[in-house]
């Protein structure tokens, strides 16, 4: 792939995500971009696809500003909604396939959507039906009627696998045909007011506060971490990327979907994980590389099916992935951990090239990208700290969100435009970024940000529980695991574990729900002088107790 004058596309005027599907359409042309499960989707279709959905959004009323929900799995009906919607210069906001009814219904009360196109059903959750069965006004009215106390800017839903309306839900079908009189030219006019510096996407991604923030990025922000991202990893259209990151954050968006279109290459996707289905995938595929979470890799690695798969066509794995030895690499020569980046970013803010001398990728977390700025602050005073020493990590950049969604941005970011993160590390003498964990209690498992605050704002109305503490401790695939440490009441009402996962499943998220539940007393739970929970010993804590049980959590023993 050539080298990118960064330069010069940091001024482009084709930085959005309609001028990108374009782009890469225009060179690509009908060469495969998406597999999913027989179905194969060229570049061309996919623009094609995305002008579909377009224009029956305009027809629907949808113009420049307006938020669109998609709330899909990874398929190419995500790729054309969310590049469809983007191209009438409607603002895309993704929802988490995993996400409860009271999260769903957050983010989209939240995010402002004003239409929503989802799919019926993925596996074994049925949306249409849930959305009806918490909204069941949504039954009794046609889809021109549709208002909601609970969600007041919705106007328009379009369902994937309805066959035909129910109340206010208009099938998929129905949204194309809307489309089909409107012109190419209006469509046209419509993608040429979309600029780099617009409102693009808004991410909804667990922080230090118990709802999750909608972070707010710009047109450019995606579109230049796709060919960031693409030239870093070395990708060239010859390449079959699989992928098991939802394309509902930023990675999935960025380095998956993104980095592949902007390569040429093909990328495989599944609605949801499956270990011995991803190991099928690759083999028939002849997969170059994969996009997994490390737990996700460990599950296929031991998986009977993996003895038996031939997975030698992967040339782009971390060395130390449990699959490694299933390839086999016998050499540590491509790696992408030698980065540092959160949502805030969209993705990286500082990289090495995936091909970077190994012992620099191990120690380090790469320099700032072409027009980043990174600061270590001193966490109490703000003051910026020499290179050498560690404090908070700062980042001003082009790919650095706007702010969060309807909170006042001297809240978000400081008086020279950084965002302070709330990470620890250090610059070293050659202005690389060296990342050493959380400054906030943010617990980081399975790729995800959880909030302690959420999990314990769930238990707030549980009987016989006087206080309960979320904390993260060290999982070698997870990152981290987490851990529900509980205080009963005065009453000595015993607290049941199961009963505690049964109360949390049903306002959770999955990923969110503890692997292991601590009861403490009361005076085991470590407090500072002012009363308040001491985060560092109470993980300590936890982990001892682990470790001294021998309990297992998603493939590790602690304690062995």
């Given at each position: 792939m050539p080298e990118i004058d960064r330069d010069v596309a940091a001024a482009s005027a084709r930085l959005t995500?309609?001028?990108?599907?374009?782009?890469?359409?225009?060179?690509?042309?009908?060469?495969?971009?998406?597999?999913?499960?027989?179905?194969?989707?060229?570049?061309?279709?996919?623009?094609?696809?995305?002008?579909?959905?377009?224009?029956?959004?305009?027809?629907?009323?949808?113009?420049?500003?307006?938020?669109?929900?998609?709330?899909?799995?990874?398929?190419?009906?995500?790729?054309?909604?969310?590049?469809g919607a983007s191209m009438t210069g409607a603002v895309v906001v993704p929802v988490n396939t995993f996400a409860t009814a009271d999260e769903r219904d957050y983010i989209l009360r939240h995010g402002d959507v004003s239409t929503l196109l989802l799919q019926r059903e993925l596996a074994g959750h049925a949306f249409l039906e849930e959305l009806l069965a918490g909204h069941p006004g949504l039954r009794s009215t046609g889809p021109r009627g549709l208002r909601s106390e609970a969600l007041p800017q919705l106007r328009r839903i379009y369902c994937l696998g309805l066959e035909e309306g129910r109340g206010a839900v208009e099938s998929w079908a129905r949204l194309q045909e809307r489309g089909a009189g409107e012109s190419d030219a209006l469509l046209d006019a419509c993608i040429a007011e979309v600029t780099p510096a617009d409102e693009g996407v808004v991410i909804y991604t667990s922080g230090t506060t118990a709802r999750p923030k909608g972070v707010i990025h710009r047109q450019r922000s995606a579109v230049l971490q796709s060919w960031r991202f693409a030239e870093l990893m070395g990708l060239a259209s010859t390449d079959v990327v699989y992928t098991a990151q939802p394309f509902f954050w930023t990675a999935g968006i960025a380095m998956s979907l993104g980095a592949t279109l902007a390569a040429g290459a093909t990328l495989v996707v599944d609605p949801t994980f499956d270990p011995e289905r991803a190991l099928r995938r690759i083999e028939g595929e002849r997969v170059t590389t994969l996009h997994a979470w490390p737990h996700q890799e460990k599950s296929m690695a031991e998986h009977p099916a993996a003895a038996e798969c031939d997975l030698s066509s992967l040339r782009h794995l971390e060395f130390g992935s449990p699959l490694a030895a299933r390839v086999p690499l016998t050499e540590d020569t491509w790696g992408i951990h030698g980065s540092y980046g959160l949502s805030e970013t969209f993705t990286l803010a500082t990289a090495l090239p995936a091909d970077a001398p190994a012992e620099l990728r191990h120690t380090t977390n790469g320099p700032p990208l072409p027009g980043n700025e990174v600061r270590i602050l001193d966490p109490i005073t703000g003051s910026r700290l020499p290179a050498g020493e560690k404090g908070e990590i700062a980042v001003r950049g082009p790919t650095l969100m706007i702010g969060y969604a309807k909170v006042d941005p001297e809240q978000v970011f400081d008086a020279d435009g950084f965002f302070h993160t709330q990470d620890a590390g250090w610059l070293d003498a050659d202005?690389?970024?060296?990342?050493?964990?959380?400054?906030?209690?943010?617990?980081?498992?399975?790729?995800?940000?959880?909030?302690?605050?959420?999990?314990?704002?769930?238990?707030?109305?549980?009987?016989?529980?006087?206080?309960?503490?979320?904390?993260?401790?060290?999982?070698?695939?997870?990152?981290?695991?987490?851990?529900?440490?509980?205080?009963?009441?005065?009453?000595?009402?015993?607290?049941e574990e199961e009963a505690i996962r049964i109360h949390l499943k049903a306002r959770l998220a999955s990923y969110k729900l503890p692997r292991f539940v601590l009861p403490l007393a009361p005076e085991e739970v470590p407090y500072t002088g002012t009363q308040k929970v001491q985060p560092q010993p109470l993980r300590e804590k936890a982990l001892a107790a682990l470790e001294a049980a021998h309990i297992e959590i998603a493939g590790h023993t602690y304690g062995t």
């Open positions: 995500w309609p001028h990108f599907l374009e782009d890469v359409a225009t060179r690509f042309g009908e060469r495969t971009a998406l597999r999913s499960g027989d179905d194969s989707w060229s570049y061309a279709d996919l623009l094609s696809g995305a002008r579909r959905v377009a224009k029956g959004l305009i027809a629907a009323g949808v113009g420049k500003g307006a938020r669109v929900g998609v709330w899909m799995a990874n398929r190419p009906e995500w790729v054309t909604a969310a590049f202005g690389r970024l060296h990342w050493k964990g959380r400054l906030s209690h943010v617990i980081k498992t399975g790729g995800a940000n959880v909030s302690p605050l959420e999990i314990e704002g769930a238990l707030a109305d549980y009987p016989g529980l006087e206080a309960a503490h979320a904390v993260g401790v060290p999982h070698p695939t997870l990152g981290e695991a987490i851990v529900l440490c509980t205080v009963a009441t005065g009453d000595g009402m015993a607290l």
